[in-house]
């Protein structure tokens, strides 16, 4: 047995059975990079975990390409981002810089 010597049930409950949505969550991942496992031909993301370097592989994981684990490929965000005038910009307003 992996990890110790607990036994764990798997159940068919999800967070949202738990009570913890998707939007408690207190960490995020992003994707870095993507490739394809030369033994298996397994297309895959490369993904970055906010836990930290000490957290996966230096802080990032493998997830499958194309089959939507854990809805990375359906569920996702993004931002655009803007570079703020220091000299203007205060903690929680940010005044961009002009081009």
């Not at 992003?30 to 906010?50: A, L």
């Amino acid at each position: 047995m992996i990890g110790g010597s607990k036994r764990k049930e798997v159940t068919d409950r999800d967070l949202e059975d738990y009570g913890i949505a998707w939007m408690n969550l207190n960490h995020s991942v992003v994707i870095v990079g993507w490739g394809v496992d030369d033994r298996t031909g397994t297309k895959y993301w490369i993904v970055r975990n906010s836990y930290g370097k000490r957290w996966g592989m230096d802080g990032d994981f493998y997830v499958r390409r194309g089959e939507n684990d854990f809805g990375i490929e359906s569920e996702t965000t993004g931002y655009e981002a803007i570079l703020c005038d220091e000299k203007t910009s205060t903690a929680g307003n940010c005044f961009s810089r002009e081009p």
